[in-house]
């Protein structure tokens, strides 16, 4: 069964410096995808980026960067700049078969504050 | 607004009642999706829908049923209600074949407190 752990509950970072948020996954598919949301405190869920298991270059959606390292599977999430609006809660998610119509795993997550 | 609408926004109720909670997908989107997210928790995946039949479980409590109709809206069922099951409950849809690179478009919740 796929994994998602997210190891830091909470973080700090100063406004208009840059914040990497950790997730590792676990599964032996070699198909799937992984997904960062955003969920502030209002409690909407927000989707940020996408990597594909195939893709070889790492995504990025503006300040929203993904560091994949498949060997290591792990998919942290980059933010550049940081913004007071980037206080929220943040999850790494995954799900198997790229193209696939299956469930999101989603990790515990990793509360960001941003302090100016 | 994201296109997919879960009702009522907030239910608060009784231990021991039954409550429905209302979810009308994306348009077009023919996979609903139910998740609960109790305090400083994640996610966790309760039950899949795809065009009315069911397509995957998650950790969905026995007292917890759920189903889509015809015109694809879902309902999640929950009943005996007990103080722990006091969560913000999530539906979000998707479409078929998956967009490659799109996860849900998820609902805004249904914060239900059980007192």
């Known amino acids: 069964a796929q994994k998602i752990t997210q190891t830091q509950p909470g973080m700090f970072v100063q406004e208009k410096e840059a914040v990497t948020l950790d997730c590792t996954y676990d599964t032996s598919d070699q198909s799937y995808g992984l997904f960062w949301y955003k969920q502030p405190s209002s409690g909407e869920m927000i989707f940020l980026i996408y990597q594909g298991s195939y893709d070889e270059q790492n995504a990025t959606e503006g300040r929203y960067s993904l560091n994949f390292q498949k060997a290591r599977k792990s998919a942290n999430l980059v933010i550049s700049a940081s913004q007071l609006g980037d206080s929220a809660m943040y999850f790494c998610?995954?799900?198997?078969?790229?193209?696939?119509?299956?469930?999101?795993?989603f990790g515990k997550g990793t509360r960001l504050s941003v302090i100016a | 607004d994201s296109g997919v609408t879960q009702t009522p926004k907030h239910l608060i109720t009784a231990t021991g009642q039954r409550v429905t909670l209302r979810c009308s997908p994306r348009s077009g989107d023919l996979s609903v999706y139910w998740y609960q997210q109790s305090l400083d928790q994640g996610l966790q995946f309760l039950i899949q829908?795809?065009?009315?039949?069911?397509?995957a479980k998650g950790n969905i409590l026995e007292r917890f049923s759920a189903q889509q109709f015809p015109d694809l809206h879902s309902e999640l069922n929950l009943s005996s209600l007990e103080l722990g099951d006091s969560a913000l409950y999530f539906c979000a849809s998707s479409d078929h074949p998956h967009r490659v690179g799109y996860g849900y478009t998820f609902g805004s919740g249904t914060r239900l407190t059980v007192v």
């Open positions: 998610a995954m799900r198997l078969s790229v193209s696939g119509n299956t469930p999101l795993v």
């Open positions: 829908y795809y065009n009315g039949e069911e397509r």
